[in-house]
Every structure is written in structure tokens, then in C-alpha cells.
């Protein structure tokens, strides 16, 4: 299947759940410019000034951002377009922030799954502190190098879960990801709970993309969220029952989290993220 042919099946998928009734809050207006949205790329190369390589980085300025942004050259900027998209464009279904998450300056944030570093880059001046965690060495040390300037952004080099340990990581770029099946690289897990709660470090805002760890992520936060019910954007788009368990288990911690879905996947129809907040 060619990609143009695949990019097509994919959106009459959509459509097809979307017709059927599962739109997951996407109005038609959304899903017709979605439909016919191809080339994303010329729209995330519109927000970058100027892109240099350098020791083994490309080292990127944006238009609209006071500091630039290393991304390891090892892998495509294909790749980084595609981030761009989803961090920076607001129409996204995979934006992070909505009108009842929007942040604000006194707000202290896990970027769970920081990869390059972006969605902190570009909320770093919009609050108080924040916390980015990343496993994967590459970008771990890129985000240094992007953060290396800034007071209020700390690199955690951990993966979080349910519980502590050690356990193994799958290298797959952007996809990396935990397994427990002994192959991979070792790597120190934490919890949430352990790095913050323990720490009486109130959390106000949990953005994770963690490749299919996102409910073990929260499940491994459950003291933080009971405590400070911070907003919460979600990926749910890695396992077709993520968003009902995710919803399940915010509810079960404070009935008055409300729930909202985002997005539909072509796959099954869940949708692609998860905000929640409460009043």
C-alpha cells in the first residue's frame, strides 16, 4: 500500500467511526480539515527559523522561542516534523493543553516521556517548574544541552511505572519502550509517587506519552493525584482500553475529575488522548 493510498485508508476509517457515532468531541469542521490535512511537515517547517548541525545535534531555533532545541541527528527530521505538529498546533488531537488544562504561572509540571524536550521547551515560560522525565539516553542528553541555560526545567533520567526496580528498554526512537522480558537495555524505574509525593512536591499538571506505560504511570501516582488532583493530558491512543481504565481510576480517586476525550484513532475508533480536570 503506497502512502498516499494508506493515509486515505486511514481517515475513511476514521470517518467511518465518526458517521457511525464515536466521535470523541471532534466536531465535523475538525474532521473534514483533518481529512485533508496531508503535508504537516510544511506547516511545522513554517514555525523554524533556522536548523544547524552540530556535534552530532541539530540544533533548532523557532520563530517564537527564546532558546533552541537539539534534536540527535541520528534520527530524520521527518520524524521532528511530525512532533512539531502535534506540540505546537493548537487544532491538533494531540495537543496537550485544552482551555480547562491551560497553564498557568504558578503551575509545576511531569513531562512524562519528554523525548526531545519540545512541549517543555515551549511551556517552560508559561509556569513554574518542570520536571522531564526521559529514559532514552539520546535524548536525555540532548535535553541537557537544551535546558542547559534554564533555571526552572530539571531532566529526570528515569522511566516511571507502578512500582520501582529495575527493568528493560526497547530502543525505538520515539516509540521506545518498557518490556519485562529481559531483552533490552537496563534501566532504573520509578513512580511518580516516589519522586514527588514522597518529596511533598505538589504536582499541578501530568503530561505523559509513554508508549502503552501511560495507565501504569498514573497507577504509580495514585497518592499524588489523591492529594493534588493536578490536570492531566494523557495519551490513550496506545491500547483501545486505555481510556476507559484511566477514566476509571481518576474517578476512583475524585469523583469530581471531569473527563474528556480527544481524537479518534483509525485502528479502533479510542480516542488519541485524555484530559481531565476538576473544578
Not at 147 to 154: C, G, H, P, Y
Not at 226 to 238: G, W
Not at 265 to 279: E, F, I, N, T
Request: overall charge positive.
Amino acid at each position: 500500500m503506497t502512502l498516499i493510498k494508506r493515509y486515505f485508508h486511514n481517515r475513511n476509517l476514521i470517518l467511518k467511526y465518526w458517521i457511525s457515532g464515536t466521535k470523541n468531541n471532534v466536531s465535523l469542521y475538525e474532521l473534514v480539515r483533518m481529512y485533508f490535512t496531508i503535508n504537516t511537515n510544511n506547516w511545522s517547517k513554517t514555525r523554524i527559523r533556522e536548523i544547524n548541525k552540530i556535534d552530532g545535534y541539530y540544533k533548532i531555533f523557532f520563530k517564537d522561542l527564546p532558546y533552541p532545541l537539539f534534536f540527535p541527528d541520528v534520527y530524520p527530521l521527518d520524524w521532528f516534523y511530525h512532533i512539531v505538529y502535534e506540540v505546537l498546533n493548537e487544532k491538533n488531537w494531540h495537543y496537550y493543553t485544552i482551555h480547562e488544562t491551560k497553564l498557568n504561572s504558578d503551575d509545576i509540571i511531569i513531562d512524562c516521556g519528554a523525548a526531545e524536550g519540545l512541549f517543555s521547551l515551549v511551556n517552560q515560560n508559561k509556569c513554574k517548574k518542570i520536571y522531564a522525565i526521559e529514559p532514552v539516553k539520546l535524548f536525555v542528553d540532548a535535553l541537557y544541552l537544551t535546558f542547559n541555560q534554564t533555571k526552572n526545567v530539571e531532566i529526570l533520567p528515569y522511566a516511571v511505572s507502578d512500582s520501582p526496580g529495575i527493568n528493560h528498554l526497547m530502543e525505538n526512537h520515539f516509540g521506545s519502550y518498557i518490556n519485562s522480558s529481559g531483552l533490552g537495555i537496563p534501566i532504573n524505574v520509578t513512580t511518580l509517587d516516589s519522586l514527588f509525593y514522597s518529596s511533598n512536591i505538589e504536582i499541578t499538571f501530568i503530561k505523559a506519552d509513554l508508549e502503552g506505560y501511560d495507565l501504569k504511570a498514573l497507577l504509580g501516582a495514585e497518592s499524588l493525584i489523591k492529594k493534588n488532583c493536578p490536570k492531566i493530558a494523557i495519551t490513550t491512543y496506545h491500547d483501545q482500553n486505555h481510556f476507559k481504565k484511566i477514566s476509571h481510576f481518576l474517578k476512583s480517586i475524585n469523583p469530581h475529575y471531569n473527563i474528556r476525550a480527544k481524537g479518534i484513532r483509525p485502528s479502533y475508533g479510542h480516542p488519541v488522548m485524555l484530559h481531565a480536570w476538576v473544578d
